[in-house]
């Protein structure tokens, strides 16, 4: 069975940052393409970054570019997600997820296969 459990979520002031742990299991990690997605209440869900199978390539949703970083550890089967200069507009539950086949910039969720639950980010003014 495969699981994604997300972590690090929490209530920070703007201008804080946060740091989001996804741990995975009962998947070939190193295989796997991962992504951060984030929903705001009212709001679809939007693509906020992947990392490719090995960690070398990245993207990242355009207006996220130099305050969030992804990495991800394949000897611990977990992505991060740093976040810094944290906006009230930041605030949304945040949750990572797999494209177990590791495709190229995947930036739809409808690639991916797995997901976690979430964990809510709230950011204060």
């Known amino acids: 069975q495969v699981q994604l459990v997300e972590s690090g979520g929490g209530l920070v002031q703007a201008g804080g940052s946060l740091r989001l742990s996804c741990a995975v299991s009962g998947l070939t990690f190193s295989s796997a393409t991962m992504g951060w997605f984030r929903q705001a209440p009212g709001k679809e869900r939007e693509f906020v970054s992947l990392?490719?199978?090995?960690?070398?390539?990245?993207k990242y949703q355009d207006s996220l570019k130099g305050r969030f970083t992804i990495s991800r550890d394949n000897t611990k089967n977990t992505v991060f997600l740093q976040m810094n200069s944290l906006k009230p507009e930041d605030t949304a539950v945040y949750s990572c997820?797999?494209?177990?086949?590791?495709?190229?910039?995947?930036?739809?969720?409808?690639?991916?296969?797995?997901w976690g639950q979430g964990t809510q980010v709230t950011v204060s003014s």
């Open positions: 990392i490719s199978r090995g960690g070398i390539n990245t």
């Open positions: 997820a797999a494209d177990r086949w590791g495709r190229l910039n995947p930036i739809d969720g409808l690639y991916y296969d797995y």
